[in-house]
């Protein structure tokens, strides 16, 4: 399949099946989703860039990118299936409007174009890193900021967990499922089993083994299951090596096993050590993680979300998206780093979860300034924003009193500075009350830190009136992961894996903007009418 531009990309025909409704027929298409979309959504999707997912060779031509694109995101903007979408663009005059189709005499949808398109996007990222649709979702909200004013140089930025649709498993389901699939899979090839394993191909051995035993036999299939796993995994040796069932049965022996001296295997305890939340949750989807957060476990992602606002409204600059092992200082210094230098001083405002000194570190090289609120971990004592550090925080040039400290020494691995004071400049000090230094014969000693007076300064500035205006602002952006699990389902997607689930986060993402998009152009146009009848 050759790649060829949409040659009706710009414009609707004046001879398409539109201009055949009536007026009053056409006043629901201009009072929906299906205007704006098609004025300001639809001619802004880039299609050039996908050119990469098609043949160089001269064949048959692609179905025209933009309205795939464009088909994946009006899906996930009303909430319909693919199975949906596709009678919606033939019999529905708001989607063809849409999508610039009503001058087609057939509908280029069927039932397999938006899921072949789906798989082409996920298949060329694992290859080249490049996510086609991320970009894509990013431009289009950059347009969507600029109609509406929004303004970029104060962000907001929060994450999510985005639960996979796995199911959980014990330790006996997981060792039992990763041994029946690599029996079944090599059973259709052709090899012969031993007889003791050729009970994980029936249909239901499964419920056997897993259900229909009492919690004190538990134990004893688990080693029964280790030990066919190891048998398995020796018979299948070097031939299977490419099989994911292989991959799978591996991974699950060295995460969940340790191999005894005489070859044997024994399950693996907390004192071993390497049980954390990496290892394999469910064969299903092997890139979801287990992460607890607010006392609850999540097995699968993390998403993380860029918002900025206006007076009109708020759009979804950018997003990211990881296992939920990522953390989310993590993900704010990648996503400063990937930025460029701003022209203007920018502000990200984010909980405090989102701080640290790289991440500080990064941000002042592009102009940025992150603004951390509810700081977790110990409070510091106020009296250490005072106190003044060399260039490289590696010794105290003055106390809060101004006095120069007498010696000072640092520790390389924690950055803590041990600094000796005259005795006399310390035991008449009117800072001695909040200070607390430790006094000796002839010294006073104070230990100190750079990133303890760095955290006293944030808890100073989180006490003024503009700090608490930003964390108010802060907490608008606490919405949107509400937003994307129950209207949009983010946690309910109909696919595993990291790149799959990321591909349907980011429509969805892109469907949330689009509806706030309309909302304010509908705004707008009330405004602008009520102007004139005023």
Not at 93 to 115: C, I, K, M, W
Not at 479 to 488: A, F, H, N, Q, V
């Amino acid at each position: 399949m050759s790649f060829v531009l949409n040659p009706l990309n710009e414009q609707l025909s004046l001879f398409d099946s539109f201009g055949g409704l009536t007026d009053r027929e056409k006043k629901f298409p201009d009072k929906s989703w299906a205007k704006y979309f098609s004025e300001y959504i639809f001619p802004k999707i880039e299609e050039e860039p996908y050119a990469v997912l098609y043949s160089e060779k001269d064949s048959r031509p692609n179905t025209p990118v933009n309205i795939q694109a464009g088909a994946l995101l009006l899906k996930e903007l009303t909430g319909m299936s693919d199975d949906g979408i596709v009678p919606a663009l033939m019999f529905d005059v708001r989607f063809q409007y849409a999508l610039h189709t009503t001058s087609y005499l057939e509908q280029p949808l069927n039932d397999r174009t938006l899921g072949r398109f789906r798989a082409r996007l996920p298949a060329y990222e694992k290859e080249t890193g490049i996510d086609l649709i991320h970009d894509t979702i990013r431009k289009l909200s950059a347009e969507m900021a600029e109609i509406m004013k929004i303004d970029h140089t104060l962000k907001r930025m929060d994450s999510m967990m985005v639960a996979s649709n796995i199911k959980r498993m014990g330790r006996l389901e997981l060792l039992y499922t990763c041994v029946s699939s690599l029996a079944r899979e090599t059973r259709k090839a052709g090899m012969e089993l031993p007889e003791n394993l050729l009970h994980y191909t029936e249909e239901d051995d499964r419920n056997r083994v897993i259900y229909h035993n009492r919690s004190e036999e538990t134990q004893d299939k688990i080693l029964t299951v280790l030990q066919d796993a190891a048998a398995l995994k020796d018979l299948c040796a070097t031939d299977y090596a490419e099989s994911v069932s292989y991959g799978l049965l591996i991974r699950v022996l060295e995460e969940q096993a340790v191999r005894n001296e005489d070859g044997s295997y024994r399950l693996r305890t907390k004192e071993d050590g390497g049980m954390d939340a990496s290892i394999l949750q469910n064969p299903a989807d092997p890139d979801a993680a287990c992460r607890e957060k607010a006392g609850k476990q999540n097995r699968g992602y993390a998403a993380n979300l860029t918002e900025a606002c206006g007076d009109g409204g708020s759009i979804v600059t950018d997003y990211q998206y990881d296992t939920n092992t990522h953390s989310d200082a993590a993900f704010i210094k990648e996503a400063i780093e990937s930025a460029p230098e701003q022209e203007e001083r920018t502000v990200i405002v984010a909980d405090g979860a989102y701080s640290g000194k790289a991440v500080q570190e990064a941000a002042a090289g592009k102009n940025i300034d992150v603004v951390s609120t509810n700081l977790t971990g110990k409070q510091a004592d106020d009296i250490l924003a005072d106190f003044q550090f060399s260039a490289d925080g590696q010794s105290v040039t003055e106390c809060p009193a101004g006095k120069s400290p007498k010696s000072c020494s640092c520790n390389a691995q924690t950055g803590q500075c041990h600094v000796s004071f005259h005795k006399c400049d310390c035991g008449n000090c009117p800072m001695k009350g909040r200070c607390h230094p430790k006094m000796f014969k002839r010294v006073a000693k104070k230990t100190v830190s750079k990133s303890g007076q760095e955290r006293a300064l944030q808890q100073r500035a989180g006490k003024t009136e503009d700090f608490i205006e930003r964390s108010r602002f802060r907490n608008g952006v606490e919405t949107l992961p509400s937003i994307l699990r129950r209207k949009y389902g983010a946690d309910h997607m109909p696919v595993r894996g990291l790149l799959p689930t990321k591909l349907f986060f980011g429509f969805k993402t892109g469907a949330l903007n689009i509806t706030r998009f309309c909302q304010y152009m509908q705004n707008r146009e009330k405004c602008a009418q009520n102007a004139i009848y005023a």
